[in-house]
């Protein structure tokens, strides 16, 4: 008497070598895509320095020299002013001596 076996599904091995293959990139793929990652919030933030730095100096030159600390010295002010809250998205203060902004 011949049976023949419907031979379906992975085994164990074929399973094992798939995960540890899928593991293996994982490992090489995860710290160059944290590096990209932040490397782009980095340029992110530069940008938004140089936009608000841009936005105080056109901020001062609208106002009179008195005026300048209370309308150009916070990122409130600046938005008061015209200025969108995108351009200035995560300045913390404002140098209105130097005109640079952190």
């Given at each position: 008497m011949n049976v023949k076996k419907n031979k379906s599904?992975?085994?164990l091995t074929e399973i094992l070598i798939?995960?540890?293959v899928a593991g293996v990139l994982l490992a090489l793929i995860?710290?160059?895509s944290v590096k990209a990652i932040n490397k782009?919030?980095?340029?992110a933030s530069n940008a938004n320095i140089a936009s608000c730095e841009a936005a105080?100096?056109?901020?001062?030159?609208?106002?009179?020299?008195?005026?300048?600390?209370?309308?150009c010295?916070?990122?409130a002010a600046l938005t008061q002013n015209g200025f969108t809250k995108?351009?200035?998205?995560?300045?913390?203060?404002?140098?209105?001596?130097?005109?640079?902004?952190?």
């Open positions: 599904g992975f085994t798939v995960l540890v995860l710290p160059n782009g919030n980095t340029v105080v100096v056109m901020c001062m030159g609208e106002v009179t020299v008195a005026n300048r600390a209370a309308s010295g916070t990122v995108s351009n200035i998205q995560g300045i913390t203060s404002i140098d209105i001596a130097t005109g640079k902004c952190q």
